[in-house]
């Protein structure tokens, strides 16, 4: 089945610095890339997604790459603000037999002030 | 506009004990979703629903069963509660075409099995 890695599990940046999570995945016959925001105590938020076709997808100050043939995607955060201090989750669909998300185990990144 | 609604939001359970955790939307989703949240890890799918009267086994469906009378409404059923279930157990929907590709998540319910 399918297999989702992500690092770093914690990270910390300055206000106005950039923030980059990393993803590797393992069934080539996944095709979608959710990227979730997760606040203590809520449930997780989708903030942004990338289908197999596109290699870029930026939304304001996120934006996500991927790279099909490395089989690795990225989250970035650009000028980042405290209130993006959260657990972000990133999740691969592998439109084979199992057609469901399977997620990394999550980054904590604080934004200190 | 509420989304997607848990309740409760904190449940404790004895071994044993059955339950019931609720799960509504109200933008008329097609597609309906039950995962659970375990410390250090990544949501894992328990079961879903493609339409009233439709469910399936996700990866993780032992010791839990679904119905879904309606477009609304998707309950989760615990059988018999072990500790093994102690968890965070998050509803989720999303609309036609993205089948287990969640739009949408409520805030959870955070079970503890003694």
């Known amino acids: 089945g399918e297999n989702v890695e992500q690092h770093p599990s914690t990270l910390s940046v300055q206000e106005g610095d950039s923030a980059v999570i990393k993803c590797t995945y393992s069934?080539?016959?996944?095709?979608?890339f959710p990227w979730y925001k997760q606040e203590l105590g809520k449930g997780p938020q989708l903030i942004i997604d990338i289908r197999s076709n596109v290699g870029e997808k930026k939304d304001q100050r996120i934006a996500v790459t991927l790279n099909k043939t490395a089989k690795h995607f990225s989250l970035h955060i650009t000028e980042t603000q405290p209130e993006d201090s959260a657990v972000y989750f990133c999740?691969?669909?592998?439109?084979?037999?199992?057609?469901?998300?399977?997620f990394g185990s999550g980054t904590q990144l604080t934004v200190l002030p | 506009n509420a989304g997607v609604t848990q309740t409760p939001k904190f449940q404790v359970l004895k071994t044993g004990q059955s339950m019931t955790l609720q799960c509504a939307q109200d933008m008329n989703h097609e597609y309906m979703s039950w995962y659970r949240q375990d410390p250090g890890m990544g949501l894992r799918l328990i079961h879903y629903s493609v339409g009233a009267g439709i469910t399936d086994q996700g990866e993780v469906p032992n010791g839990y069963n679904v119905s879904r009378s309606t477009t609304e409404d998707f309950p989760l059923r615990l059988l018999s509660a072990a500790p093994s279930q102690t968890s965070v157990y998050f509803c989720a929907s999303s609309y036609s075409g993205q089948l287990n590709q969640p739009q949408h998540f409520g805030d959870g319910t955070r079970l503890s099995i003694l």
């Open positions: 999740a691969a669909f592998s439109s084979g037999s199992a057609r469901q998300l399977t």
């Open positions: 069934d080539s016959a996944s095709n979608y």
